[in-house]
């Protein structure tokens, strides 16, 4: 039996013809039982019925297909393409055609749904953008036009707002410069520098550049026990820093007081090293976990005001780690804690 989903024009028409001439030339055989003439009968009409049928085929149907061909791919054929397309590349059956409009339709859905996202996604990182710049901005606008007004003449009042106005002045900075940091790295256009250093001995350096900030809280930093063995990565040693630095500042500011923040690093699989850091801190509920690194995404957006930080902070180290060609991940679990992993190049020999 024959499938005709797959038929090309031809063989369409050439049943068509044949279902056609077939009976006739029957009917002719049986009132003039003449094979010779029933015979030609049937060439006749099977060859006149074949033409007649693959041109209103192609005139009409194939016509609209090459239109909708035209609109989904969006491309102009030169002379010699339509000339190749018609005589000589064999033509494709109804049923190619119906799985390559299916196909298109799919992409286009897909392109459709990211689309809308990007634009929920768009009209969310201005309006974030929007208040991290106005939050400073207005804020050294009070304190200015504060001072013009006559508290510029009292010296504990000016002082103090100056001061005031020289720490939004540094918020600003640090945004400014981390949008500029962030933009480089999804453009490509932060070279990295990578050499061979002990995991461990950078997260010391960050511990100890930190540990102000963890006494205030009285935050216990460690090295899981079990990790103390030296492991080597191949990576771009100050960008890696910045990631420790960024993962450890978060959980310094959402870890609890008198908790613990723990670093540990894995051999995965002798081309890779897990690192991992982790606190015992509030957790992160499980709708946003799919978000976290988002430029200004904020879980608890008023209380991620009052501790501070761009809220670029994950998304740099998301990008920093990708530039590795790496994946850095989170888990979480409310009023258990957070870890983020991240994975890196195991020690490179030298050649």
Same mark, same amino acid.
């Given at each position: 039996m024959f499938l005709t989903k797959s038929l090309s024009p031809q063989q369409l028409s050439a049943i068509t013809a044949a279902i056609i001439a077939i009976p006739i030339s029957t009917a002719i055989y049986y009132f003039h039982p003449v094979w010779l003439i029933s015979v030609i009968a049937l060439i006749i009409i099977f060859t006149g019925s074949y033409g007649l049928i693959l041109f209103m085929v192609q005139r009409f149907v194939y016509r609209k297909i090459k239109l909708i061909y035209k609109l989904i791919y969006q491309t102009k054929a030169s002379k010699r393409e339509e000339f190749y397309y018609k005589n000589i590349l064999p033509q494709k059956s109804i049923d190619e055609v119906r799985k390559d409009v299916e196909t298109w339709a799919e992409q286009r859905k897909a392109e459709?749904?990211?689309?809308?996202? !990007?634009?929920?996604?768009?009209?969310?990182?201005?309006? !974030?953008?929007?208040?991290?710049?106005?939050?400073?901005?207005?804020?050294?606008?009070?304190? &200015?036009?504060?001072?013009? !007004?006559?508290?510029?003449? !009292?010296?504990? &009042?000016?002082?103090?707002f100056l001061n005031s106005t020289s720490r939004n002045i540094d918020r600003l900075v640090n945004l400014v410069d981390d949008?500029?940091?962030?933009?480089?790295?999804?453009?490509?256009?932060?070279?990295?520098?990578?050499?061979?250093?002990?995991?461990?001995?950078?997260v010391k350096d960050v511990y100890e550049s930190l540990l102000i900030k963890a006494?205030?809280?009285?935050?216990?930093? =460690?090295?899981? %026990?079990?990790?103390? &063995?030296?492991?080597? &990565?191949?990576?771009?040693?100050? %960008?890696?820093r910045q990631v420790f630095i960024n993962l450890v500042e978060n959980s310094i500011k959402y870890g609890k007081q008198n908790g613990t923040i723990e670093a540990s690093a894995y051999k995965i699989d002798g081309k890779r090293i897990l690192i991992e850091i982790s606190d015992d801190g509030?957790?992160?509920?499980?709708e946003h976990l799919g978000r976290i690194f988002e430029r200004f995404y904020r879980t608890d957006v008023a209380r991620s005001r009052k501790v501070g930080g761009s809220g670029l902070g994950l998304a740099i180290c998301k990008h920093? =780690?990708?530039?590795?060609?790496?994946?850095i991940h989170v888990r979480s679990t409310i009023d258990v804690g957070t870890t983020f992993g991240f994975t890196l190049e195991s020690k490179k020999d030298a050649n």
């Open positions: 459709i749904e990211l689309l809308k996202k !990007n634009e929920i996604y768009r009209k969310e990182f201005l309006q !974030n953008l929007s208040h991290e710049l106005k939050t400073p901005i207005f804020a050294i606008q009070g304190y &200015v036009d504060t001072l013009i !007004n006559g508290a510029l003449e !009292n010296p504990e &009042v000016n002082k103090k949008l500029d940091e962030i933009s480089k790295l999804e453009r490509g256009e932060q070279q990295l520098y990578k050499e061979n250093f002990v995991v461990q001995e950078l006494e205030k809280k009285q935050i216990r930093l =460690v090295i899981k %026990k079990g990790c103390e &063995v030296t492991l080597t &990565v191949f990576a771009d040693k100050e %960008k890696i509030n957790g992160i509920a499980e920093i =780690v990708e530039a590795h060609q790496q994946a």
